[in-house]
């Protein structure tokens, strides 16, 4: 089970609102059944990594299809196998020891 | 008013569990009174870009402050001046267009 | 035609150094025939996308394959389709305008 | 001494090639006498952690005169205490043992 940010972001698109861009993205997701949120810089996504950076090709293509000639897209992933890894397990981990 | 979303990486820590460094670094954060968000991916703040980045400055320091000798910080910046930029209203915006 | 930087980060590492790190990830490149440079913060690669993506996901597995138990591996894509989009190019066209 | 990667990208600019956005930003960095390489995916700088922030805050300015009214602008900082940490030295650390 990996965590990976993803953000993807069309170059040279009319005006400076990107949220219909990250809607279109956002769809392809959410009918993947992939656990994910959405946040103000980018979209968390949990699960099995192949499946994950399969279903971002295909959010990197929604925003070609708009009619966007250059996307640049940014994927972190963050990947462990000691023990189990989410998302609510890491901020929870965290807010714990910050008190 | 800018949204910069950070994260703070110890290289060569001694265990894979990164909390304790990320409480540190979000206890200076806490402290300085600006508006953030934790995430499992890393930490968003909102706010003055020159504040903002100054405290991040500090934050990076507080990994070495716990005797990690080599750290990776990264920093996205979104700094959108024809509008008033806020987490919230980025996100309802996208949400408003998924349906 | 895409340029993809990829960093792969062990975390929980015995020392300070990654170099042996990324050379392991780097051979599986090198095999793989795609144009890359190595810099000081990561590997560019060019060429398919398709193909960079399945070569990042083993470069990804080979840090994993030396027994560490968390990896942190950053992608970020710069796709064009209005144009032949090179490495080379893109650093030219900025040369040429900066004189 | 730190070496820094940094990438401001114009959101909403009416081309898609960004090559004059980067030039601007680079005449900044050029003109501070940092030491910094320009490569297709961004540009790495190397020195004095403060000082290279201080140029990047103003490298990030530049996109914003030129009219564009939101630029994302991204930093990745490789920070190492240990021993020295050059570019150069970190390649060739690499290379070496990818043989």
Redesign the interface.
């Known amino acids: 089970m990996a965590?990976v940010?993803v953000s993807v972001?069309p170059?040279?698109?009319?005006?400076?609102?990107?949220?219909?861009y990250?809607?279109d993205a956002?769809?392809v997701l959410?009918e993947s059944g992939l656990k994910f949120?959405?946040?103000?810089?980018?979209t968390?996504v949990e699960g099995d990594?192949?499946k994950i950076?399969d279903i971002i090709?295909r959010m990197?293509e929604t925003t070609?299809a708009k009619g966007i000639?250059?996307?640049?897209?940014?994927?972190?992933?963050?990947?462990?196998?000691?023990k189990p890894n989410?998302?609510?397990g890491?901020?929870q981990?965290?807010?714990?020891?910050?008190k």
């Open positions: 965590i940010e972001v170059i040279g698109s009319p005006c400076t609102s990107l949220s219909e990250v809607a956002l769809a959410k949120q959405l946040t103000s810089m980018g968390i990594l192949d950076l090709r990197h070609f000639m250059r996307v640049v897209t940014t994927i972190k992933i963050d990947d462990r196998r000691d989410t998302g609510e890491k901020v981990s965290v807010l714990k020891k910050l």
